[in-house]
């Protein structure tokens, strides 16, 4: 890590050059991997659409796996995977690399080639990761599904992406029980006429079976007689689609490629994370999510490191898991979610006390705010200052980080609460419904002004919903429009304060739901807070707020009296709370983000629309009851 004076000079250096000559940035990024034929030009940007490295010719997971044995690493370890039974494997680059070149024959002789689309609903395992590695090197298409959603959700991922073959298992482990998915599948596939066969990798002692089934043993058994060659592709050519994860609407299949995305995520570990070759790196999402493929898989094994791959709750069996991975593996770099700090914070810092995690340099997170208490807690009390915990903003459609504190660059005084400033290549400001560019402090939406290597340039099978949903939503001006709400600071930091529909107007006043569940958690019996806005005459609108409460704590009219003059003390009179409801658990989606249109939608007596990325359906009941609660003890109170 560089001084901050010298930090500050290298990340400005950084950020002129993609400015002054993105072309020639993002050029030079895209030369750090390698390419069997260059490209004839970096960018051909014709709106709303554009192409990035056209006529280079690569493969994404052949540079992830072979290209490393070729060069002589292939003792070098790639891949661990965890389990919290307590199971452990490890694969070494030429183990992966023969794993994958199996698979890559197996998919051959099971009639899948280049161009054909595969699902893969399994969870965060060795053979998962080895499936989408082997997939890609030889250009099929897979769209990996999280391994918890339900048969609706599945289905229609399935029969938007056309998958010719479903991938899964019979079960997955979560908090010491077998999740049966079989039955899920065969829900799923029964309207998916696509699908012509199920490979079922068996975990449990389970009968149940789905139509046209294949086991995962006779399905490696088809790479008999097949070639295991990998396929060069242009770098325009998908190697995955993926869903939206779907806390605003019907989810969006975003395309990602062989070409720019592979150049962004490997340039974006170097910049933002300070990946290297000797990093044991462990990123606590799941392969169904972005963040998954881009830095369980994909930019770790491009830059030729150990990554860690873990199935399960980072609280079972015991508090202190995530700890004793840590120090089991001697991980060096982590990158988890807000909700998962919240969820360790629940706990305290004894647990971390018990462990030895000397080798860990760095933490980042992302998927939502880190809100400043739960940054705070982690950087200072369970990691006592030792090394920077560092915040960052992207989406789906990004694959990567677009707005962050470059480790790897030059790392900048950390503001807590920020996500921190525009990474290099990405021209962004704050704008107002108009597009008219807002000043220092101003909240409005997120927007980014020109393409860059890692965003989507398209949705799969939706062409005509790309435009209109990301291109054209300002009249008149071209710009990426995040959906996301936001303020660019004095310095150049962005604060986000929730998506730009969820904006909560009090008397003309804009607060946002971020900001208020922010406060909430400065209480210390405050685990989790979810906020939305409810129509008032007087005001046009309130806060109505949704609690959940840490271990130890119990609901109590004084407490409420705490909470509210918490709000009321960091954010001034501005916040006028309409009600608070104490609950078990938030309605969030499967990565953890919390599902504020659910909690508008129980306080308006709505349907809650599309829920199938939720967590818990029953944090739904759980809300409605609890506000339910709250209008009887109103009515009783009035007589």
């Known amino acids: 890590m560089k ?13 002129r050059e993609a400015r002054e000559d993105p072309e020639g940035f993002w050029g030079r990024a895209a030369e750090q991997v390698r390419w069997s034929k260059k490209w004839e030009r970096v960018l051909d940007w014709q709106p709303p659409t554009f192409r990035w490295y056209s006529g280079g010719m690569s493969n994404l997971a052949y540079n992830c796996v072979d290209h490393h044995v070729a060069a002589g690493h292939g003792e070098r370890v790639a891949l661990i995977t965890e389990n919290e039974r307590g199971e452990t494997r490890r694969f ?20 899948i080639g280049k161009g054909d689309r595969i699902a ?37 991922r399935v029969r938007l992406a056309g998958a010719k073959a479903l991938f899964c298992t019979d079960v997955t482990y979560r908090k010491g029980k077998d999740v049966p998915l079989l039955p899920i599948v065969a829900q799923a596939v029964a309207d998916a006429p696509t699908v012509e066969r199920v490979v079922v990798l068996r ?18 058994a088809k790479s008999a007689g097949q070639t295991d060659a990998h396929v060069e592709l242009e770098a325009n050519e998908p190697a995955y689609i993926l869903a939206t994860s779907g806390t605003t609407a019907k989810p969006k299949l975003a395309v990602h490629t062989h070409g720019g995305y592979q150049v962004y995520v490997y340039s974006m570990g170097k910049w933002m994370f300070g990946l290297r070759e000797d990093d044991v790196w462990w990123s606590t999402s799941d392969i169904g999510w972005v963040v998954g493929h881009s830095y369980i898989v994909f930019a770790p094994l491009l830059v030729g490191c150990t990554t860690i791959a873990y199935e399960g709750a980072l609280d079972h069996p015991t508090v202190d898991t995530p700890y004793a991975i840590v120090e089991r593996n001697r991980v060096t770099g982590i990158f988890t979610s807000p909700t998962a700090v919240r969820l360790l914070m629940r706990y305290g810092t004894a647990p971390v006390r018990k462990r030895d995690l000397s080798s860990l340099e760095r933490v980042f997170c992302a998927g939502e705010v880190l809100n400043a208490p739960a940054w705070e807690w982690l950087q200072r009390d369970a990691l006592q200052d030792r090394i920077p915990v560092v915040d960052h903003y992207w989406q789906t459609e990004t694959g990567g980080p677009v707005v962050g504190n470059p480790y790897g660059v030059g790392l900048l005084p950390i503001k807590p609460g920020s996500g921190g400033v525009p990474l290099a290549g990405i021209e962004a400001a704050v704008v107002d419904q108009e597009g008219k560019e807002l000043g220092p402090g101003e909240k409005g939406i997120f927007v980014i002004k020109r393409p860059f290597p890692g965003l989507t340039a398209r949705l799969w099978a939706e062409p005509e919903r790309y435009a209109g949903d990301y291109w054209e939503k300002v009249p008149g001006k071209t710009l990426y429009f995040t959906g996301d709400a936001s303020s660019i600071d004095e310095d150049g930091y962005v604060w986000f304060s ?16 971020i900001e208020v569940e922010t406060a909430f958690l400065r209480h210390p019996a405050v685990a989790e807070a979810g906020v939305t806005g409810r129509p008032d005459e007087l005001r046009g609108q309130v806060i109505s707020a949704f609690v959940v409460l840490k271990q130890g704590h119990q609901p109590s009219e004084s407490l409420k009296k705490e909470l509210l003059a918490t709000v009321r003390s960091d954010l001034g009179p501005l916040a006028v709370i309409g009600e608070l409801n104490f609950v078990d658990l938030l309605p969030k989606t499967r990565s953890g983000k919390i599902m504020r249109r659910v909690l508008r ?39």
Not at 601 to 617: M, N, Q, R, W, Y
């Open 203 to 220: 975990r449990s002692a389970t009968t149940d079976r789905v139509r046209d089934e294949l086991s995962w043993q006779d399905f490696l």
């Open 498 to 513: 929730g998506r730009a529909d969820e904006i909560i107007k009090i008397a003309d006043h804009r607060i946002g739901t």
């Open 601 to 639: 939608a129980v306080i308006l007596d709505k349907d809650p629309g599309d829920i199938s990325t939720i967590e818990d359906e029953g944090s739904v009941e759980d809300a409605r009851e609890a506000w339910q609660h709250m209008r009887d003890e109103v009515t009783a109170a009035r007589g």
């Open 120 to 156: 893969i609903y399994m969870p965060t395992s060795a053979e998962a990761i080895v499936l989408m590695l082997g997939a890609i090197r030889i250009g099929a298409v897979i769209l990996v599904v999280f391994a918890g959603f339900g048969a609706g959700a599945l289905g229609e």
């Open 3 to 15: 001084t901050e004076g010298k930090a500050r000079e290298a990340v400005a250096a950084w950020r």
């Open 92 to 111: 070494t680059y030429a183990e992966l690399a023969r794993e994958t070149k199996r698979v890559s024959a197996a998919l051959r002789g099971l009639g």
